[in-house]
């Protein structure tokens, strides 16, 4: 069975304080996904990383991918009120498009 | 443009009865995902559609459950039978084709079913 354990699973800041959530697996990835989710809604893509190594940079959002592609990271810079919500890790393990979730982590951001 | 539509928003049943939950893609999307989030399990893949392809069944949680897609577009999850702890938020999500592999998902709002 494919696991995808990420942390934390509650984190509260001040805003302007910054954070990181990390997604961790045994197994290799061929592509890791982060999306953000907010009440009664569905999750929004927020990146995709595909090659070791890749980092990616969204506003103030930074995602890596690890270099054995079994770990992802998402680091928040300076984080706003704005950026409260559920942050999911999902990680595609070549059987076509089916993801595999991390529990997820959410993130309250208070003024 | 139009995203990813499902219906009913909401759904309470009583146990033992069926359900039918519906999933409007994006058009021109051939992949078609459901998932199933509830409290304490996180989002569970339960079936997934590529094109004409046999759909992957390997989440499915029992024989209770079950997914059509017809003519390549809309699709149905069918739950027989219903038991409380299919209570859930039901998602489904589509593809487009060409995506290099990063099989990128875009997610419906959900249906929240609760089985009294």
């Known amino acids: 069975t494919q696991l995808l354990e990420q942390s934390p699973q509650f984190l509260s800041i001040q805003e302007g304080e910054n954070l990181t959530v990390y997604c961790n697996s045994s197994s290799v990835f061929s592509s890791l996904q982060w999306y953000r989710q907010e009440p009664g809604e569905g999750p929004v893509l927020l990146v995709t990383?595909?090659?070791?190594?890749e980092v990616k940079k969204l506003k103030r959002l930074t995602f890596q991918f690890g270099d054995a592609r079994k770990d992802s990271s998402l680091h928040i810079t300076a984080a706003q009120p704005g950026d409260t919500g559920l942050y999911l890790c999902?990680?595609?393990?070549?059987?076509?498009?089916?993801?595999?979730f991390g529990q997820g982590t959410e993130l309250s951001v208070k003024p | 443009g139009a995203g990813v539509s499902q219906s009913p928003s909401n759904k309470v049943t009583e146990k033992g009865k069926d359900v039918e939950l519906r999933c409007d893609p994006i058009s021109g999307h051939t992949a078609l995902y459901w998932y199933r989030q509830s409290l304490g399990q996180g989002l569970e893949f339960l079936i997934y559609?590529?094109?004409?392809?046999?759909?992957?069944k390997s989440g499915l949680p029992s024989d209770r459950f079950s997914a059509e897609r017809t003519g390549g577009s809309v699709s149905t999850l069918t739950i027989q039978r219903t038991q409380q702890e299919d209570s859930a938020v039901y998602l489904c999500a589509s593809s487009p084709p060409g995506t290099s592999g990063k099989y990128e998902q875009y997610f419906g709002p959900g249906t929240r079913l609760t089985v009294t």
């Open positions: 990383v595909v090659t070791g190594g």
């Open positions: 559609f590529q094109g004409n392809s046999a759909p992957d």
């Open positions: 999902a990680g595609c393990y070549n059987q076509g498009g089916k993801l595999i």
